[in-house]
């Protein structure tokens, strides 16, 4: 079975600063990764999803981006944080079944 | 975001009850998850149901998908204290996008 790579665990960045979260796979290859965010007490909002190196689908606008510069690592970025980026950030793998990362807990202050 | 309603959004039980929650959509989808998540974790695959009509159990855990694929339904019977936490239903889309929306949530919550 896969094991999906997450970190850091919690994060605590200034607004402005930039961000670079870290996600990597084993147990599979070329598998779907999907970056997801998750507000306190609420439900996943998918933010990225890749199905190859390089190919990145994003589902929503806003300040982040993502990067797949490996088959099995993907990362997600910003320039400039902002205080709404603050949450719960999830790394998903999988082709039939998406399987998840442990998380990092975001808070911008 | 497109996001599945699920309900109940929370509920309530005594040690021993059976559960049951669904997850509705206007779409179509081709396959349906169930996860579990503990607070501060990642969610864990509970059940994965890829055809119309599927009946799937996970030990104590039964879930179905819906013969029209626009819902789920997942029960739990004879709960037990480390239920607790929130389950999400998930479904990937059969559009060939390899997406998958999750549903609101339902936190259950198990009194001993």
């Known amino acids: 079975s896969q094991t999906i790579h997450q970190w850091p665990a919690t994060l605590v960045q200034p607004v402005g600063s930039p961000l670079s979260l870290e996600c990597t796979v084993e147990g599979t290859s070329n598998p779907n990764l999907y970056w997801y965010r998750q507000a306190a007490g609420r439900g996943l909002q998918l933010l990225f999803y890749s199905v190859g190196i390089g190919q990145i689908s994003s589902e929503v606008p806003q300040n982040l981006s993502a990067s797949r510069p490996q088959d099995r690592q993907f990362i997600l970025s910003s320039k400039k944080l902002l205080l709404s980026d603050s949450g719960f950030y999830l790394c998903?793998?999988?082709?039939?079944?998406?399987?998840f990362g442990q998380g990092t807990r975001l808070t911008v202050v | 975001g497109q996001q599945l309603n699920q309900s109940p959004q929370s509920m309530f039980i005594q040690e021993g009850e059976d559960v049951s929650m669904n997850c509705t959509s206007s779409?179509?989808?081709?396959?349906w998850l169930w996860y579990k998540q503990d607070p501060g974790e990642g969610p864990v695959l509970l059940i994965a149901l890829y055809k119309a009509g599927e009946l799937t159990s996970n030990g104590r855990l039964t879930a179905q998908f819906g013969i029209t694929r626009k819902d789920s339904f997942l029960n739990i019977s004879a709960s037990i204290p480390s239920d607790v936490g929130i389950y999400f239903c998930?479904?990937?889309?059969?559009?060939?996008?390899?997406?998958?929306?999750f549903g609101t949530g339902t936190r259950l919550k198990v009194l001993a």
């Open positions: 998903a793998s999988g082709h039939l079944e998406a399987f």
């Open positions: 779409s179509i989808f081709n396959t």
């Open positions: 998930a479904g990937r889309t059969a559009s060939g996008t390899y997406k998958y929306i």
